[in-house]
């Protein structure tokens, strides 16, 4: 490789973009091999489509963002970190509608439609026949309507459950679980009518053009009713929804907790492989799933699946862990987890040292006068009274503390390092007390 050691400027001159088959490598007029040689049209290429991009993320984002998670909707993890930042931008991810979402994702307003071909088990034939129903006689006031309209063939039984279950129905009947009852009763109904209008034989409700009054079914007398059911549980929908799309659409379980989460472990998941070995992590996480492993010394742990708004990662829990936390290990649980970032076989996994569930974490709130926090004796006072709280041993003090430094008007948040962490808030709030600071003691989660 040679080294430019000074440049001369030749004016205006031609450029080409030189496509090689193998290496990037030319001969100079000296004989000497310059290898991987890149062109400067590349690097002029390349800014000018990161101005592009940038110029319609700042002027279009809806639109932009739109774009970017239809052209990853068939990466789960993508799709999840881009949701993610819609959420961050103010922009909502509306859940699948049947009377309104299209292909892909689709702008609307502020917000972003959900995409049909983003559901599971419901293909690119069935989209366009709903779409063509729709376009051609309205939307869907029914799941009767639904069923009576499109070609069953096309539009099958698991195709319309995955659509139910995503949420897409909602705006038709919010109760899922009364649909799925209904669905089978429905297509069977359905069925016979297409049968029927096949041989030209009609039903007297067809004869009378369908009655002047609307039953529950959406103006299609006759059409069968399954009984009365409870809808599905909020947990029981997320879950669902996660098993369909892939994640959480409607809601997740770490929603409720986000802003404080930001503060309390700003590391998500999508940053997890740029964090460095050997220093400990926290974040809020949701375990999606937990297999137990059994060592060859016959001790237990578990390999865990993880998740965030941001994405997901898999995590381990080994033997001495697992015995100190087992009972947190659990499918569906909200924990604020501690731990390094293990990199092996280009693998970037969590290893999980402590757990504690969402609802049991606390943290230690200090209000500073910000003509005071930057007064180094004050500075001093308030990190001899956190040291003195760790406990015996100082990598087990898990409670963070957070300085509000402000008025009541505009106040900010920081959260002070790993190594002011105290044991006890209790009693860390009532040395700061007496050390004339403003402090008190908070959940992370409010009942």
């Known amino acids: 490789m040679v080294k430019i050691v000074s440049r001369q400027s030749l004016g205006v001159q031609t450029v080409y973009d030189i496509g090689v088959a193998q290496n990037h490598n030319f001969l100079l007029a000296d004989g000497t091999v310059a290898s991987n040689c890149f062109n400067k049209s590349h690097s002029t290429a390349y800014g000018f489509v990161t101005f592009q991009t940038a110029y319609l993320k700042a002027n279009y984002p809806v639109e932009y963002m739109a774009a970017l998670l239809t052209s990853n909707s068939g990466d789960q993890d993508k799709v999840q970190m881009h949701i993610a930042n819609c959420i961050a931008m103010g922009i909502e991810v509306l859940p699948p509608d049947i009377n309104r979402s299209l292909v892909d994702f689709t702008p609307e307003g502020r917000n972003i439609l959900f995409g049909l071909s983003a559901v599971r088990n419901v293909g690119l034939g069935a989209i366009e026949c709903l779409i063509q129903a729709r376009d051609q006689d309205g939307p869907f006031q029914s799941l009767a309507d639904l069923c009576d309209r499109v070609d069953l063939h096309a539009v099958n039984r698991r195709a319309l459950e995955s659509l139910i279950l995503a949420g897409a129905l909602d705006k038709i009947n919010p109760n899922r679980n009364q649909l799925i009852q209904h669905l089978p009763l429905m297509i069977d109904w359905a069925q016979g009518r297409a049968k029927d209008r096949e041989i030209g034989q009609g039903s007297l409700f067809d004869m009378m053009g369908g009655g002047d009054t609307a039953s529950s079914s959406g103006g299609h007398e006759g059409a069968p009713e399954a009984p009365r059911v409870a809808d599905f549980d909020d947990q029981e929908k997320l879950r669902q929804e996660k098993e369909i799309l892939g994640f959480y659409i409607s809601n997740h379980p770490l929603k409720a907790v986000q802003r404080p989460a930001r503060i309390l472990a700003p590391i998500s998941l999508s940053e997890l492989a740029e964090q460095p070995d050997n220093v400990t992590l926290s974040a809020i996480v949701l375990l999606s799933s937990v297999k137990p492993v059994i060592t060859k010394k016959g001790d237990p742990m578990a390999i865990v699946q993880i998740e965030d708004l941001t994405g997901q990662s898999e995590a381990v829990v080994f033997p001495k862990s697992f015995e100190r936390i087992n009972q947190h290990i659990v499918a569906d649980k909200r924990l ?68 509000v430094i402000g008025t009541s008007h505009q106040r900010q948040f920081v959260r002070l390092g790993a190594q002011f962490r105290v044991n006890d808030p209790e009693a860390a709030v009532n040395a700061l007390v007496q050390a004339n600071f403003n402090a008190k003691a908070t959940p992370l989660v409010v009942a």
């Open 336 to 403: 604020m987890i501690w731990g390094k970032v293990d990199r092996r076989d280009d693998r970037v996994q969590f290893i999980i040292d402590d757990a504690e569930p969402i609802e049991d974490v606390r943290m230690v709130m200090v209000e500073l006068d910000p003509k005071l926090a930057g007064d180094i004796e004050q500075q001093h006072r308030l990190r001899n009274v956190l040291r003195n709280h760790q406990g015996d041993d100082p990598k087990y003090a898990r409670v963070p503390v957070i300085a």
